[in-house]
Structure formats: structure tokens, C-alpha cells
């Protein structure tokens, strides 16, 4: 339904209204494509990717929205 030449990335599920995604504008649906310059292959990579940021560090984050691959700033 995303026009992905393979199966790959992480779904959103839902966003925190308090947290760093939000802020930087990930929606509901996106599909997380590569995160701080990992491709992203399956949702179980994501939370360990994400684990390994320094709190503050700001980083790439692509993202699948309605057919366009957008770059977002995560911090």
C-alpha cells in the first residue's frame, strides 16, 4: 500500500504527544525508512537504534509519508 519495492522499515504506531518524534513532526502511519543514516529493515531494529542515541543528539530520520520519502530532525 506504500509503493515500497520491499518489504522493509518500521510502521508508527502511535506518536507521544510529549516526546521527540512528535516535536518533529512524525505522524501516525509514517514508515520509518532509515534512522541516523541506518537503513531501516524490520520495526525490531528501530528501538535499538534508538537506545544507542546520546540524549540531545540530534538525528536524520526518513520517513515514508503518503507516497514521498521525507527527511525529518530528531533531537
Known amino acids: 500500500s506504500m509503493d515500497l519495492t520491499e518489504s522493509r522499515g518500521a510502521l508508527v504506531s502511535e506518536v507521544r504527544a510529549d516526546g521527540p518524534a512528535k516535536e518533529a513532526g512524525i505522524k501516525v502511519s509514517d514508515a520509518i525508512l532509515e534512522f541516523d543514516g541506518h537503513p531501516i529493515k524490520d520495526s525490531t531494529e528501530l528501538p535499538i537504534l534508538v ?4 540524549v540531545g543528539k540530534a538525528v536524520d530520520v526518513k520517513v515514508l509519508r503518503d507516497k514521498q520519502i521525507q527527511t525529518l530532525k530528531v533531537t
Open 51 to 54: 537506545a544507542r542515541v546520546p
